[in-house]
């Protein structure tokens, strides 16, 4: 039960959060848990007292999994969760101040704020997934960040942290947890995971190149610190998720409905975490896999009267899931660089754009211009045009004119359709517009 | 033509030092030799194995403070001193700066023994970290008749300049090397050096073909007409963003 304090603050939250709604400025979420943590700078605390929690934490794959980790414990019972991303205390205070007696929690926390929100919550489970570039200007260096957890995690004494054996960065930093479940999650970035973050030595790779969701191949660090990839408990082989113990192996289906390895292995981290919940392993894999939209990744939205496919990249990492899904033909991608995206774009030349040569990319949001200087260098053909929605409907038009002869029929063609790759507000910018130009569909 | 003819342009370590995208340094100085007809091989050079020493180019880029020492230890052996001795030109940019100097701090703060390319010397900052958008001007006399020069730092070292090298430049918006003279990067010989980021060869070609020419002479010029709309763009908002703190201050 909260103090009268913390009731009163969480009131005085989500009053402010309704006034934001109906002015049309957001959901309120981050405004109205500002308002409740300024009058009681315990909220997270107190707010969250008898509401088991499970956090869910890494450069990539927060949201999705995170999703997917409701769904699992919905299964058992009422779950709140911070939907929309707002995954700092704010946003937390917020999600936490609209739950239900005994209501489970499954929350998304920023990378930075894992120690804090971890101290005050004291999560039943917490889901480390990956570390890597991104946000640089905030985050300013990844083994920072991985020290950081590991200093915070090796406290929590009554939470199972969950965490990815194929990065180094969260091995190394989950090392010291008092109890801890190792999943083979994969690691679709080796470049920020090759200084060994225990020692100076260097981390080396077998079968270097495997991509998230494929289960990652040994590493180990080679000056001899004793470094190396955690035997992972849980992996994913074929179909199936395959969970290991000293009495032998079981096996439970996973079919999975959101697109990409990276995502079948986000779901393996959520059904797992969930496990540690009280969830049977059986039901989360189950329900995790019959989520099919999250938060409008990959949802098609009409643009000024053109079809997109939205889909969310915003570091190295990500896009290295993003180009085998692409359809082929032309694309849009937008470029941001506000506060949450990261001020620095300079990790387009992380991305191997080359790889979309012999396309037409419409380069566009507040950073187009990076953009393009990047895909000139790459060799891609593009088009500039700093508009997000001029853009979208651009590239949609170049599509069809390029799929024209032998395609689909004239009727069929404008529901076609087009590729959008964005980053963080960017992204957002898009859902907006295309709820404004008719909403989406899934 | 024989790779042996070809120019070589040289990554050292992107996988020590590419944590900020310095790694398209390498990548534009091999196109913009390409665009212009000149056979150019680009070497990817990875930790754990010997640098080549036979090439005309070498970029460092960006890393953290661990990697930055273990890159360091790598190089000891001489094989970059070597190369420059030898009449290669190196751009190294911000651990890569300061690794190429005297001495630089390592994870724990204590000093590491840098390369010695250039006198210079790196410790760690009392103050905030410096991260933002960095415009400075060229001074170095390597660099003359250059238009500004813009970029973004992220570091948390302090890098002073000894009597044996140039500034690159003196800094109008940012913090540079922070040593309290108002400089930023070092030029000495044909090694370039600088906190710059974005690549600082994707934000300003002119530096891109300055070093080029340090080793091929006078180079044809090349449509730079995307790179000048986002010098443009960049050194608008820079300036908008100065007015916006002169405004603020009481």
Known sequence: MS????????RAGAGVA????????????????????????GALASLGRGHPAGLVSGTNGKTTTTRLLAAALETAGPVVTNLGGANLPPGLVTALARAGPGAMAALEVDEAYVPRVAQALSPRALCLLNLSRDQLDRINEVRML?????????????TTVVANADDPMVAWAAGTAPQVVWVAGGLAWHLDATGCPACEGVIAFAGAGAGAGSAGGEWSCTAGCGLRRPRPEVLLDGADLVRRSEDGEERFALSVCLPGAHNRANAMMAAVTAAQ???????????????????????????????????????PAGWMTVFDLLAPGPLAVAINARVADGRDPSWLWDVPFERLAGRTVV?????????????????VDHVTEADLGRAVTLAHRLRLSQDGAG?????????RPVDVVAN??????????????????? | MTAESAVRVVVVHPDLLGTYGDGGNGMILARRLAWRGIDVELVQSPSGSPVPEAADFYCLGGGEDGPEARSAVELAGGALNRAVEAGAAVLAVCAGFQLVGHSFAGADGSPRPGLGLIDVTTAKGDGPRAVGELVAEPVASALAGLPTLTGYENHGAVTALGPGVEPMARVRSGVGNGAGDGTEGAVSGRVFATYLHGPVLARNPAL?????????????????SEADELRRERLAATARLRRWHRRRRP
Do not use: H
């Open chain 1, 18 to 41: 309704a006034l934001s709604r109906s002015v049309g400025a957001g959901d309120g979420s981050v405004i109205g848990g500002r308002v409740s943590l300024a009058l009681d700078p």
């Open chain 1, 3 to 10: 103090g009268l304090r913390t009731r009163l603050a969480s």
């Open chain 1, 277 to 315: 919940m009280g969830v049977s392993l059986a039901e989360a894999a189950r329900a995790v896999g019959a989520v099919g939209e999250v938060a409008g990744r990959y949802g098609v939205v009409r643009v000024e009267g053109a079809a997109a496919r939205l889909i969310l990249a915003k570091n």
């Open chain 1, 146 to 158: 991985a020290g950081r957890w590991r200093s915070a995690v090796a406290a929590m004494a009554s």
């Open chain 1, 424 to 442: 963080y507000t960017s992204f957002q910018a898009l859902r907006r517009l295309g709820r404004r130009g008719g909403g989406e569909r899934g």
């Open chain 1, 407 to 415: 395609g689909p029929t004239a009727a069929e063609l404008p529901d």
């Open chain 2, 208 to 224: 891109a073909d300055a070093l080029l020419g340090s080793v091929l002479g006078p180079l044809a010029p090349l449509d730079d």
């Open chain 1, 363 to 379: 380069a566009t949001g507040e950073r187009c211009r990076d953009l393009a200087v990047r895909l000139r260098y790459a060799g």
